[in-house]
């Protein structure tokens, strides 16, 4: 599964999402408010408009006593209990009777002091309260002198507070609906622009995948501009990288050629010698045509190490070596087992030394069997710094002979060093392994064989196609 933090889409899709997801929340939020304050203040107006109504349908009447009977065209003014009330209460040394609706029946609104809610400019108060059984209310209040003997008395009109929550719930929960509805609507919108804004990026992808896996050589087909120069400096990179490699094996071809005739010139007048200094001009001729040809490798894997177009399939390339084995040492049992669908990142020729060496080794000293077997493996050598290959494919061969003690290991791996005298070769095959297995950051290693000789252990990397 990729991470989050590598794929560009999931990035970009994320980032859509929470972005408008907090923009809506924002909006739904400022929106509310602004309806809320909304109305409050039309509930403001109203009560004052219902307060003023009260006014003008009060005077003083016969015996000094107040009279009157508004009407403010709103039931709930006469259900008891329902947090809509007008109440009527002289002033000072005006005793008369106080007048109220039928809602508030002999219930009492209590009065706060002026210090707690004064009158405002245009000697109007409103302070919320809660009555006898718990409604909550908001209440309007003014003082009005009634004639011209400055009697006066205080007007108080309230309404009950759950009319404005339930307006306000009303129209939130619908706001919020809509709003939901419309960031869904808007994310599978963006979503979809994305994706397709991000499809030149995904073919771009599975093009390198293709070169990855060894199914083309360049990228091909037409790009946005901000992507088709990539694509072209990526094929202008790869068509260099054919070039040096090219350029390596050229050298390398017409190097071995140029030393082919000297060294064959040492081995032929090697032969008019005398035994012991033909077998010394013999050996060091071929050391020295093992050793150029070992550098030689090592400068052209230099060239191509990186390489996307390094691949070969593991299981033909293990076939052959072994069946050509199988035809120079017939008395010897060699055995095959690779897993599945293994390629290597290297070159063929680079696997052929190799693994070819490991297996002359192993024909050299074993008995009767030789096994070879090839697994990926999950875990990567010390060799491989960053920016490493994620797969890599390990390439054991063992064989049932004399094996080697721990302290022989280490000496068996120096250049040019031969543990048993008495069979044919240079001392170098082992340390060549060594040399370019290390060259691709893979490992090698020496070991107890179970089946009771030596095992060699070759870590070498693998194709993979995550590339994303």
Not at 207 to 216: P, Q, V, W
């Amino acid at each position: 599964m990729i991470p989050v933090s590598r794929s560009l889409t999931v990035r970009v899709l994320l980032l859509a999402t929470l972005w408008s997801a907090l923009s809506l929340v924002t909006i739904a939020l400022v929106i509310s408010a602004f309806y809320r304050q909304g109305v409050e203040r039309g509930f403001n107006n109203l009560l004052r408009a219902q307060l003023y109504n009260v006014i003008n349908s009060v005077s003083i009447g016969d015996g000094n006593s107040l009279s009157g009977s508004p009407e403010l065209g709103d039931l709930r003014f006469s259900q008891p209990e329902t947090g809509w009330y007008w109440l009527v209460e002289p002033l000072g040394d005006f005793a008369a009777a106080p007048l109220a609706s039928t809602s508030l029946g002999m219930a009492e609104l209590a009065v706060p002091s002026l210090e707690q809610v004064p009158f405002d400019e245009h000697y109007e108060r409103f302070y919320p309260m809660v009555d006898a059984v718990g409604n909550k209310l908001l209440v309007a209040e003014t003082e009005v002198v009634l004639d011209g003997g400055d009697r006066a008395a205080r007007f108080r009109v309230s309404g009950n507070l759950d009319v404005v929550e339930e307006e306000i719930g009303f129209f939130s929960t619908r706001l919020y609906a809509g709003l939901a509805l419309f960031g869904f609507g808007g994310l599978v919108v963006n979503g979809l622009a994305i994706l397709y804004g991000l499809k030149p990026l995904d073919r771009a992808r599975r093009a390198l995948e293709k070169i990855r896996g060894g199914e083309a050589e360049r990228i091909e087909g037409d790009y946005p501009r901000e992507i088709q120069p990539l694509a072209n400096e990526i094929n202008a990179l790869i068509e260099s990288n054919r070039r040096i490699v090219e350029r390596a094996r050229m050298q390398v071809g017409n190097l071995a050629h140029s030393l082919k005739t000297p060294i064959a010139v040492l081995l032929n007048e090697a032969r008019g010698l005398d035994k012991t200094q033909a077998e010394v001009v013999r050996s060091q001729a071929e050391a020295m045509q093992a050793q150029v040809t070992s550098y030689l490798n090592r400068a052209r894997i230099a060239a191509q190490r990186d390489s996307v177009l390094a691949r070969c399939e593991a299981e033909p390339v293990l076939e052959r070596l072994v069946r050509v084995m199988r035809r120079l040492n017939p008395q010897i049992d060699f055995t095959l087992d690779v897993a599945p669908g293994l390629a290597f990142a290297m070159e063929q020729q680079d696997v052929e030394e190799t693994v070819g060496n490991l297996l002359e080794n192993a024909a050299r000293f074993a008995k009767t069997r030789v096994a070879v077997v090839a697994v990926p493996v999950a875990h990567e050598p010390e060799a491989a710094g960053e920016g490493a290959r994620r797969g890599w494919i390990e390439v054991s061969v063992e064989d049932d002979g004399p094996g080697l003690a721990p302290e022989q290991i280490g000496e068996a791996l120096k250049r040019g060093k031969r543990l048993d005298e008495s069979k044919p070769g240079t001392g170098l095959g082992l340390s060549i392994v060594k040399e370019i297995s290390g060259e691709y950051q893979g490992a090698f290693g020496l070991s107890r064989a179970p089946i009771g000789g030596l095992k060699a252990a070759l870590v070498l990397p693998a194709v993979t196609r995550d590339t994303a």
